[in-house]
């Protein structure tokens, strides 16, 4: 049967086809499944798409700073999963699908530059109307929270980052050379499968896990129209002077990890970082609880609970 192709200008992010849309949206819902109910859902209109919010949270916890969540390339919400109950227990916890990726959010008009991915994710906050949030990012998550805090730190309390690319070390080439094929929708599953095993430290990817499905069909039926993340200079990690929580992972495939804690130390002017001994760049899924009480413990040293909203 000949595939439907879904048209959309070639500059901006888009599923390849309505069936390819169609089976991700059945992962999507699936791996949606097993997170707690969201207090609220929200699809919010930016400059260049909108943007699917979800908020997670306890009566009792309302008047305290909230938590933003980043997810990876190639994922949303769901990604979520292991630490997100954790969280909502002693915060209120947005979640956003980012734009230009596989997920709720749908870009509307291309994003040419750094400045526009920190611009929507910007008006995010302020349609949210939140004075003051804690980012928390994961892999390309991370660069996304420090991209932001480039731009537009008004609104950032702390930023939490777990293995961040592009931050504090380069990609390696292998890893570069890894995620050309697995990129290309037509190669085989078992490819990207493989390089989902080779992110995640050898693990075999488990193909009745909700996630790891959802995440393999986003990379399989969405193209990614989006500018390639730049290398945090040290100039740019100079300039930010919010504080900041960093944990690399010990064995990381990204980058070398030893050395990003090195450059964090050297350069950034408020950081704590270290790196997880024996963690892959799938470092919260891997250690949910210990990772959750470091960031809430962070974040509790750098909140001011009173007044978050406008």
Sequence with gaps: MKKSVVRAPSSIGHFISEEGKKDFQN?????????????????????????????????????????????????????????????????????????????????????????????????????????????????????????????????????????????????????????????????????????LSYISGGAKADEGDPIAKLIESGMRNYKLRLPAPDQFSDEDLITIDLPIFALMAENSTMHNSAKAVKKGEKVVKNIKIKNFPNASHAINGEYPEIINEKILEFIEQNSNDTDILK
């Design 27 to 195: 992962a999507y819902d699936e791996a949606m499944a097993l997170l707690p109910s969201p207090r609220e859902m929200k699809n919010i209109e930016t400059t260049y798409g909108v943007v699917r919010v979800y908020l997670f949270t306890k009566e009792e916890n309302k008047h305290k700073e909230p938590i933003l969540l980043l997810p990876g390339r190639s994922s949303s919400t769901p990604m979520w999963e292991p630490n997100l109950k954790g969280l909502v227990k002693e915060r209120p916890v947005y979640t956003i699908d980012l734009l230009g990726e596989p997920g709720m959010s749908v870009q509307v008009n291309p994003i040419k530059n750094q400045k526009d991915q920190a611009t929507w994710l910007n008006e995010v906050l302020i349609d949210l109307g939140l004075e003051k949030v804690h980012l928390v990012g994961v892999s390309i998550g991370g660069w996304t929270a420090m991209n932001l805090t480039r731009y537009y730190p008004e609104h950032i309390s702390s930023i939490n980052l777990l293995d961040p690319v592009f931050v504090f070390a380069p990609i390696s080439l292998k890893m570069i050379a890894a995620s050309i094929p697995a990129s290309v929708s037509f190669v085989p599953k078992f490819i990207r499968e493989k390089m």
